[in-house]
Structures are given as structure tokens and as C-alpha cells.
């Protein structure tokens, strides 16, 4: 564990993504407390520009609504769908690639069939259709990100556990009398985990940029206020009012950027074998 | 070789079946009347409508007699019919995909060449200043919201510096023919093409760079510079074609990704392709469109997939020989 | 006179290695036309004095003093321009992998024509009837096809002959061989051996040969030179090193060589055997599941029948591909066998499953090759040790305690209990997974390949291990392996495989000295340092 940290400090980039997902997570959980008041109620005239009014730091939107608020408020929703969406995606993924990499034949093949079919068709039109078809609403924008996000988390597993079923101890595991639900437990998946790892954290952020994309496009969650939402509906007045579109685009850049410089430093932390060679 | 695609040709028209089923499937999940969902929101209200739609579908009938109906229309490029465009869905997409097949093109295109000229300039001088800059910019590439980017791009370059036009395929109005026409809609594609391929262009740029890195610590590569080869000549011939293979997988599964941008990428450029469609369709709770655009999406991914599958056939003599 | 000259060579390793120095305090001369091996086991240092004559060090490894003279030049300070002239024309090299040393995308005869490339030399016609010719004089069968064929249609052999011919393009004064014959067969061994041997006589080229192997050494050395942790230990013609080794460490190293005189017959058993295999067969099939891929059948074991009988050790000897794994694989049932029986203790275990099968498998466990990958990386050794007897319904204190027997059995303390495997040695590793075996008190081991990764001198270690604990435990052993040296150190009867079916059974004395059919003795011809084994044993 203390090389794990040593090893992760190495890298400066994951550093400076730490800190600066620490700044929005904090934010993130204080933003009921230092914004009590709903993030659509309107404060003040509308396009109130930034640095203008004492208490309104970031101004106001086209409807008069506090844009600092707002922001906050977003990145409480771009965390907990990132978060949740990845979870959900975990558990399709990794017991679908696990089962496909152990049993191979026959099994392997009807669930990567299964797999492959979600991998090709487009994924982002296949949230909107989701969205478009059953109600936008918060619990459905994760469960359709988690759909359209499991398979690369399948074909992953699957090729760490097929590598690592052939291996002697796994093997060796078998002979040893262990069923195969404690050897894929104990003696595979532990295995296969640290690729996991990393691929989650990216995964995070790639949850993050659908949500605010679907939102963007109006197929969030109308009772929450998110990024994506912000931007999409500052577009009509970009030429009067940029910043609106502006900021919370840097809200998304800034987070995302912070997860995969996370992803990279937990690769190079967890994976000392990798990093030594590419030295 | 020719078995090798035939047998992806025959995967292909399977996945396509499957997003027929899926989407059939959909619109019975669908809370509410199936013929509701397949008029869509405006063709709802109108009764005659929908009755006309339950006989055609024999809505009334068992499911499978239904899927059956709807895999026969589908097969004919019966993809519905939009109430509030009063055109056939087909039409609808018709009209639009040249120009999506344009746009998405020229991005796939651009982002690849870019991406692998990027990623092997930055593995040739693996840790310089150049490689951190490179790779920096591809990590923020990789990380900027793709509706974002095209949104700034615009304001900069359309409406601040007004350099490049930032909406629409042609000029409106102008009506030019051949030559210019060609150059005009060059000019409207600029800014779409450029913004859709970064995201990807950053991916393959991070993939080309640690594929070269790995394949250049391979025996093989030892062996060409134990014959005294150069350096240049190493890189080129011999990893750069290795490396390349994990590249055009990758390539191939990002092909329905770059078509999931183009919906973004269109709907701010108002470029008149079928994922601006689709938008449009969103508002205006259009499913016929909806499922119609998600399904010829869905073949033009495979069909780009296709193409990746024979580009990787020929460079890796592996597969040509034996598959 | 000599060609090449190394004097105070030191190499140093990137900061953070287990030691400061890869090698230092080289000094060796290389006359025109003569062999030279480096011997040393595995992190001697012997691949990184040759490789610093090419230029060609791993990044981060780099040469810190002494020089390298070459052609009236100190290679160490020639600039790279002036290295890519010298390489591949001057010095050449060939590799333990032939098959990552070719290029997987490009055709042979394209890789070779490259070295007249390199070097400017030649039109692209005259290169490529260049590379006929030079396929043609290392043996290359129908060089007309090998020429145009990729790496993956060329067996082993073939493929280091390809990059012999390479190497020998432009007609080079050195040929530095890195292990060239460590991955291939016995006989193709033998095979490349001649060709390297004959070369040298036809063309007047200098070799260094790189080797772990003292069998090899005998058969082609003139001079010796023997690396320990870096550091050369003794050097002389190969007959003074060989026969009259000076250093402690060679007088080990050749001590520890597998001898295939002196065995004793061993009675043939009387009593009932412990495992009896009736026609066994296992046949793969890849590339099916597609359409339109026409399936690729390997018939991996034939009607393969045997008897093992109580305390006795037969060793199943084959090249690669003769399927000698797949028969331990089967018996264990790691792999399912498509027919026969395997009967053990009365009942059948080809034919068990559920929890049936893994009652009776109880009484069969496996010793694996690679120290490496048969230890989970993630567990430790009490782990290791103890969760095969849980899992079989041993209390746990109770499996702890038999655990600490156990690695005072395989010769480790108590104290290895609570660590990692990456924390051993692989002699170590082995004997944790030797100890792994015993948990389940068997009554037959399988040894797969148990000591061919390891070095030599462990690799004796472990050998009188497992004949130690086969007596003490009555153990009834098979032990596979591609070495009948090493077969003949611990077998009492041995069974050759070729193509999936045994071709010769019988007392290892007999096998080994008087086999009845050509392919045993065409094995048994290929085995190198058979002379100086006749020598060493006349020598007393």
C-alpha cells in the first residue's frame, strides 16, 4: 500500500487531478449548504455578467438564476451519475466478462455475441433512444449510461480472466479442490483486478461527458440542474452572453481531466510492471 | 481472406437484425399504446391515425406475428412514417445521410491520420518537450465535452474572428454549382469536421504512442537494428506497421462512437445530416425517426467496421493467409 | 592475432537494480575462426558483455569503462553512424526466439534482403537471388516458397535458420549467438548446432556462443569462458575448463549436469498398479465456430495406455507437440479426455464429475514449469498451503500445522508461511509448489516440466528433492519432460511420445542405451555433451 502511494505520487499529473477532484467533490457536498435555495430560482435580472454584483461572483443566466449555484449544484448530479453509472456498469460488466473468460466455448460465445451486439451499435444513439422512450429522469439517465458503458468492462475482464484461467495456479487451484465460484473469486477476479481499477476511473469520466451530452441535447433529468443542462441552454445566447456556455464547460473539462490524469497515475501505481518497461 | 469477411458480412446482417428486435422491442416496453409511440407525440392526437397504424401492424395480433410485420416492412426500408414531417422515415434519413456520411468521413479520416502522425512523432522523442506537449494537448483533447468544443469553436472562429462559417452545409442563397459549390461546402465543414475529430484524434493519437513504445521493445526490432538498419527505417518498416494493428481495432470500435458525436457535432453546426434529425426528432418526440436514424446508425457503423476489418486483412498477413 | 578484444569491460545497471554492475572486469580475446562460449546461469551477465559488442545494450544499461577493440577501434567510442556500418556487416547476431526476432508482417525473404539494404549493397534483384542462395545454404527446405512465406509458416528450426542466414548476409567476421538453440527441440538443436559448426569451418567466422547449457559447450567449444553474478570466474580451451574446471563454481555447474550413464535396472514391480491409463485420446479442434473457418485438428494424444505402479517414477519424454502435457493434463483432468479410461483405485476418473471427481482427484496432484505463474501472486503461502485441505474439509488449525511440516519437508523454514511468493527465489517457488502437492497426501504425482526453468544447479536440488520425498512418501511419480537427462536422473522407466502417440516404453537403462525403435535413438543422438560426458566419466 505504501509503494501503491509512493508509486501514484511519482506521477505529478495524478496529483494534480487529485487535488482538483477533492475541490469539486467538496464542492459538490457542500452545495446545499452554501447555496440552500433551489439552483432555478431566479435571484436577479437576467445576464447579469460575472464580477458585477456583490454575492452573484459568476452573474446570472438567461432567466435570472445564480450561475455559481448552479455549478455547484451540477457537481453534486455529474458525480453521483459518473459514480452510480460505473458502479452499475461494474456489475453487468465484470460478471459477464468473467463468465465469458472462465467457461470458454459455448458460454464465451453467447455472451460476447451479447457483448459485441452493444459494443457496435452507437452507443450515445442508444441512450438517446432509451431516454427518448422512457421518461428522462435521474435514475433512468444512470441505468441508460450503464447500459450503453458495460462493454468494454466485459471484454476487459474476459481478457485478464482468459489469460489468467490458464495460468498454473489457477489450475493448481482446481486440482486443489476448489469449486469454480471460489476459484474465480479468490484466485482470478483478485487478479484482474488492478486493470478494473483503472478502467473504472476512466469510465467515470466518460459518464460524466454523457450525461452532460444527453443533457445537453434536453434528455436529463428536467428537475436538476446540471452542466450539460447550463450549456444546452445557453447555446440560443451564446453571441450575447458566451460565459454562460463558457463556465460550465470548464466545470466538465476540469473534472474529466482530473479523473483521467487519476486513471493514468492508479495505471502506473498499480501496474509497476508496465511503467518500469515504458521507462 | 474472402471467408474472413464473409464471415463478418454475415455478423453484420445478424447485429442489424438485433437492433431491429431491440428496437420492436422498445417500442412495446414503451409506457403507453405501441401505435402512440410509433406516431409519435403529434401523430397521437389524430385517431384515424392511429387505427390505421394498429390494422397496418396488426397491433391487435400475437407479438411475434407483429415482429414478423415489422421485420418484413423494415427489410423493405419501411422504417414508419413521420406524422409531423408527413414523409416516410426513410425519405427523411435518405435526404440526410450524405451528409452525415460526409462529415463523419472526413472526422474518421482526419482524426486517424492526425492522430497516428501525433502519437508516432511523440513515441520517436518519448519524453522531450514536443511528447509532453503532444501528449498534454491529447489528454485535454480526451477530456473536453465534444458539443463544448464545437460551441467555442464557433463563437471564435464564426462569430468573433468570422473566419469560417459556423452553421449550415452551403451558404444560403448563393446557389453556387461545381467548383465552388465543392469549396463552399469544404469551408461549412471545416469547423464540424475539426471539432468531432479532436475526441477522436486525442485517442488515437495516446493508443499509436503506447502501441510504438511497445512493439519498439520487441525482439524483432532488435533484430533490424542488429542488421544495422536505421533508425528511421525501424521506425517506419518495422514497428510503425506493428503498431498500427491495435490501432485500426480501435479505430473500428470507435467507429459508432464518432457517429454518437456526430449528433452533437450537427446539432450546433446545424449540419443537415441525420443526426441533426434525430435531434430535431428528440424535441419533437418523433420515435419513427428516432428508432429509424438509431437503426441506419447502426449500419453505418457496421459498414465502417467492415472497412477497418479489410484494412486490417491486408496489413496483417496472419489473417489473410489462414483465416 | 586476435579479431576482437575486451579488456576491463564494466556494464552498469539502471540505479535500483539488485546490483551495481550487470558485468565488470571483462577481459577476453577472440581469434579469427574459433568458437568461444559464455556460460553462466541465468543473471551471470552473459548476454550483456556480448550484446555491448554490438552497440546494443537495453535502455538504461550502458557500458562505464574499459574497451572493446575491434578492428583497430574501440567499439565503446565509435559514433552511431560508424556502429550501423559495423552492424550486420562486421559483427551479426542471432537470438533464443526465433520467432520474435522476424518481423510477423513482412516475408522472409524481404527481412534478409534487407541487410544488403542497410548497407547499400546490391540491386533489389541481386538481393533477393542473394537470399535464394543464402536460404538454400542453411538448409532451408524449398527456398523457392520459404522466400515468400511469412515467420508464422516456418517452424522453429526453420525460423532460426532464417535468421542465420540473415546474420550471415554480408559474410561477417563475428557471429554473436545469444542462446540460439534454447527454445527449439533436441533434434533441431543438434541440427542448427552443425549448421553453426559447419559454417564456421566454411567461411573462417568467429563465434560467440552464448549458453547455460555445458552440453552444448562440449560439443562446439574451443574456448570457455564461465560468468558468475557478473564476473568472469575462469576461462581457458574448452578440454582445460570442461575436464579440469580450477573454480569451485564450473566444478559445481558441471557436477550438477544431469549424467545419462548409471542407472540401475529397477525390478519391475508385481504388485497391482496404482494408475492405469487404457486407451486415451484427445484430439483439438481450433478455428471452428465460425461459418465458414475450416477447423484445425490436432491429434494431441492417440490410444495411449500405460500402467504406474506403487513407488515407481516413469518419465514421458517428446519433443514439443508430442503430447506428453496433454496425457498429465488428461489424467488430471485439467483437460477433458474424448475417450479411454483412467483408472485409479478402482474407479475411473475419466469418466467422474461433480463432486465424485473431486474426491478421487484428491489422490492425484500436479507440480507445475513455470515457478512463476503457478503460485498466485496475491495470496500467501499459508494460503497456498492450506486451502486445498480446507476445501477438502481439514480444520484449519490442523491444515496450518501439516503446512509448517510440509515446508520443513521441501526444505523451507516456517517462516515462509506468512509471505508472498515474489518474495522467493524459483527453486524456492518450486519447492512451495512441490509443497502444495503433498498438502492433499496424494498417491501420484504429476510432474509437468518441473525443473525446466530453472538453472542448472537448482535444477539438481529440486530433482533429489522429489526422488527424496517419492521414497520417503511412496510416491508414485510421472514425470514429463523434453530432457532425457533429466528423465534419466530420476525415471525408472520411461515412455517416448511422438505425434500424440507412444512410440518406445521401457527400463530407462534400456531406453537410454539401447532403444528399440529409430526415433529414441535419433532423440538420443541429438542430446549434446555426449562425448565429454564419455570423457568425464573415463576421467573418473
Not at chain 3, 535458420?161 to 542462446?179: C, F, N, Q, T, W
Request: charged content about 15%.
Amino acid at each position: 500500500m505504501r509503494d501503491f502511494w509512493k508509486r501514484f505520487r511519482h506521477n505529478r499529473g495524478a496529483v494534480i487531478g487529485l487535488v482538483i477532484l477533492a475541490v469539486v467533490i467538496a464542492t459538490a457536498i457542500a452545495a446545499p449548504f452554501l447555496f440552500p435555495q433551489s439552483p432555478w430560482k431566479m435571484v436577479q435580472r437576467p445576464f447579469l455578467p460575472p464580477f458585477t454584483q456583490e454575492g452573484l461572483p459568476l452573474g446570472t443566466d438567461a432567466l435570472g438564476r445564480d450561475v455559481l449555484s448552479g455549478l455547484a449544484h451540477g457537481a453534486y448530479v455529474s458525480l453521483l451519475v459518473g459514480l452510480v453509472s460505473t458502479i452499475v456498469a461494474l456489475a453487468i460488466g465484470v460478471p459477464v466478462g468473467a463468465l465469458a473468460g472462465y467457461f470458454v466455448g459455448r458460454t464465451d460465445d453467447a455472451l460476447m455475441r451479447f457483448t459485441e451486439f452493444f459494443q457496435t451499435i452507437p452507443s450515445f444513439a442508444l441512450a438517446i433512444v432509451l431516454l427518448a422512450i422512457f421518461q428522462p429522469s435521474l435514475v433512468f439517465v444512470i441505468i441508460a449510461i450503464a447500459i450503453v458503458s458495460w462493454p468494454p468492462v466485459a471484454r476487459l475482464v474476459r481478457g485478464e480472466v482468459l489469460s489468467l484461467r490458464t495460468r498454473e495456479f489457477v489450475e493448481a487451484a482446481s486440482l486443489s479442490g476448489l469449486s469454480n465460484s471460489q476459484i474465480i473469486l479468490r484466485h482470478v477476479l483478485p487478479n484482474a483486478l488492478p486493470p478494473i481499477i483503472v478502467l473504472a476511473s476512466l469510465m467515470v469520466a466518460q459518464a460524466i461527458l454523457l450525461e452532460s451530452s444527453l443533457s445537453f441535447l434536453g434528455l436529463g433529468d428536467p428537475n436538476i440542474m446540471s452542466w450539460g443542462y447550463m450549456i444546452g441552454a445557453a447555446r440560443t445566447v451564446i453571441r450575447t452572453a458566451w460565459w454562460l456556455s463558457f463556465l460550465p464547460g470548464m466545470a466538465i473539462l476540469l473534472t474529466v481531466l482530473a479523473l483521467n490524469l487519476i486513471g493514468e497515475g492508479l495505471n502506473d501505481a498499480l501496474n509497476p510492471r508496465l511503467t518500469r518497461r515504458s521507462e | 481472406m474472402t471467408k474472413f469477411i464473409l464471415g463478418r458480412l454475415v455478423k453484420a446482417v445478424f447485429i442489424l437484425l438485433a437492433i431491429l428486435i431491440f428496437n420492436f422491442l422498445l417500442i412495446h416496453a414503451a409506457p403507453g399504446d405501441p401505435a402512440a409511440v410509433m406516431a409519435g407525440e403529434a401523430g397521437a392526437a389524430d385517431e384515424k391515425f392511429l387505427a390505421d397504424l394498429r390494422e397496418r401492424f396488426g397491433l391487435d395480433q400475437p407479438l411475434y406475428v407483429q415482429l414478423w410485420t415489422y421485420l418484413k416492412g423494415a427489410v423493405q426500408f419501411d422504417l414508419g412514417f413521420s406524422y409531423r414531417q408527413q414523409l416516410p422515415v426513410s425519405q427523411l434519413i435518405a435526404d440526410r445521410l450524405p451528409a452525415t456520411l460526409l462529415l463523419t468521413g472526413v472526422a474518421f479520416v482526419l482524426s486517424l491520420v492526425l492522430g497516428v502522425i501525433a502519437g508516432v512523432a511523440a513515441s520517436a522523442r518519448q519524453g522531450s518537450w514536443g511528447d509532453t506537449a503532444i501528449s498534454t494537448l491529447a489528454l485535454l483533447f480526451y477530456a473536453t465535452p465534444l458539443f463544448w468544443v464545437a460551441l467555442m469553436a464557433s463563437l471564435v472562429f464564426s462569430v468573433w474572428l468570422e473566419w469560417l462559417p459556423g452553421f449550415g452545409y452551403a451558404t444560403i442563397g448563393a446557389n453556387y454549382t461545381g467548383f465552388a459549390h465543392a469549396m463552399d461546402v469544404a469551408k461549412h465543414l471545416v469547423l464540424p469536421a475539426t471539432t468531432l475529430g479532436l475526441f477522436f484524434m486525442a485517442i488515437y493519437m495516446r493508443m499509436t504512442r503506447a502501441s510504438m513504445l511497445e512493439v519498439s521493445r520487441l525482439d524483432f526490432v532488435k533484430t533490424a537494428r542488429a542488421k544495422g538498419l536505421k533508425r528511421g527505417v525501424i521506425q517506419r518498416r518495422h514497428i510503425l506497421r506493428n503498431a498500427l494493428l491495435p490501432v485500426i481495432t480501435l479505430a473500428g470500435l470507435q467507429a459508432g462512437q464518432i457517429f454518437g458525436g456526430a449528433i452533437l457535432t450537427e446539432t450546433v453546426f446545424a449540419w443537415p445530416g441525420i443526426g441533426r434529425l434525430m435531434f430535431e426528432a428528440i424535441n419533437q418526440r418523433d420515435y419513427a425517426v428516432i428508432l429509424g436514424v438509431f437503426y441506419i446508425s447502426g449500419a453505418m457503423v457496421l459498414l465502417f467496421n467492415l472497412i477497418t476489418d479489410v484494412v486490417y486483412v491486408i496489413v496483417d498477413p496472419r489473417i489473410r493467409l489462414t483465416g | 592475432m586476435s579479431l576482437l578484444s575486451i579488456r576491463d569491460l564494466a556494464i552498469a545497471l539502471p540505479k535500483g537494480a539488485d546490483r551495481p554492475y550487470a558485468a565488470h572486469d571483462i577481459s577476453f580475446d577472440l581469434t579469427p575462426g574459433e568458437i568461444l562460449c559464455i556460460v553462466g546461469e541465468s543473471g551471470s551477465g552473459k548476454s550483456m558483455s556480448a550484446n555491448a559488442v554490438m552497440g546494443l545494450l537495453p535502455q538504461g544499461v550502458r557500458p562505464v569503462g574499459g574497451t572493446i577493440t575491434f578492428d583497430g577501434q574501440d567499439v565503446l567510442r565509435l559514433s552511431e553512424k560508424q556502429l550501423l556500418d559495423l552492424r550486420g556487416r562486421r559483427i551479426s547476431m542471432i537470438f533464443q526466439e526465433p520467432l520474435s526476432a522476424l518481423n510477423p508482417l513482412m516475408r522472409v525473404g524481404a527481412q534478409i534482403a534487407e541487410v544488403f539494404e542497410a548497407h547499400g549493397r546490391l540491386t533489389p534483384p541481386e538481393r533477393r537471388a542473394r537470399a535464394l542462395t543464402l536460404l538454400e545454404e542453411v538448409g532451408i527446405p524449398d527456398p523457392q516458397a520459404a522466400i515468400q512465406a511469412y515467420p508464422f509458416q516456418l517452424s522453429g528450426g526453420q525460423r532460426q535458420r532464417v535468421m542465420i542466414a540473415m546474420a550471415l548476409a554480408l559474410e561477417p567476421d563475428i557471429l554473436i549467438a545469444d542462446e540460439p538453440t534454447t527454445a527449439l527441440d533436441v533434434t533441431t538443436q543438434a541440427q542448427i548446432l552443425k549448421l553453426i559448426e559447419d559454417l564456421r569451418q566454411a567461411r573462417g567466422m568467429a563465434v560467440i556462443f552464448i549458453t547455460h547449457d555445458f552440453g552444448v559447450v562440449a560439443d562446439i567449444a574451443d574456448r570457455v569462458i564461465v560468468m558468475q553474478t557478473g564476473e568472469i570466474v575462469e576461462s581457458g580451451t574448452a578440454d582445460e575448463v570442461l575436464l579440469r574446471p580450477q573454480h569451485p563454481y564450473t566444478r559445481a555447474l558441471i557436477d550438477a549436469i544431469p549424467r545419462l550413464t548409471g542407472q540401475e535396472d529397477t525390478p519391475a514391480a508385481q504388485s497391482d498398479p496404482v494408475l492405469s491409463v487404457e486407451g486415451l485420446n484427445k484430439t483439438f479442434r481450433t478455428g471452428s465456430g465460425s461459418f465458414f473457418g475450416k477447423p484445425r485438428v490436432v491429434k494431441a494424444v492417440q490410444d495411449v495406455s500405460f500402467d504406474l505402479f506403487p513407488g515407481e517414477t516413469i518419465g514421458i519424454v517428446g519433443e514439443s507437440g508430442s503430447g506428453k502435457s496433454t496425457v498429465g493434463r488428461c489424467l488430471a483432468r485439467l483437460v477433458n479426455p474424448d475417450s479411454g479410461r483412467v483408472i485409479v483405485e478402482g474407479a475411473d476418473i475419466a469418466h467422474l464429475s461433480g463432486a465424485e471427481l473431486r474426491a478421487r482427484r484428491r489422490r492425484l496432484q500436479m507440480i507445475f514449469q513455470d515457478p512463476f505463474s503457478s503460485l498466485n501472486p496475491r495470496a500467501r503461502v499459508s494460503r497456498i498451503l492450506t486451502e486445498g485441505p480446507i476445501a477438502y474439509g481439514a480444520p484449519r488449525t490442523e491444515a496450518m500445522t501439516r503446512a509448517r511440516e510440509l515446508l520443513g519437508m521441501v526444505g523451507l523454514d516456517a517462516s515462509a508461511m506468512q509471505r508472498f511468493p515474489h518474495e522467493f527465489s524459483g527453486g524456492q517457488r518450486q519447492r512451495i509448489g512441490i509443497a502444495r502437492a503433498l498438502a492433499l497426501d496424494p498417491s501420484i504425482i504429476i510432474a509437468d516440466e518441473a525443473v525446466s526453468a530453472l538453472d542448472v544447479s537448482i535444477q539438481a536440488q529440486v530433482l533429489d528433492l522429489l526422488a527424496d520425498l517419492s521414497t520417503r512418501l511412496s510416491l508414485s511419480m510421472l514425470f514429463i519432460t523434453h530432457d532425457l537427462r533429466v528423465a534419466a536422473r530420476i525415471c525408472d522407466r520411461i515412455i517416448v511420445m511422438q505425434k500424440g502417440a507412444i512410440v518406445e516404453t521401457g527400463p530407462t537403462a534400456k531406453v537410454l542405451h539401447n532403444p528399440d525403435t529409430a526415433y529414441a535413438q535419433s532423440l538420443l543422438d541429438a542430446i549434446p555433451g555426449q562425448e565429454y560426458e564419455r570423457a568425464l566419466a573415463g576421467a573418473g
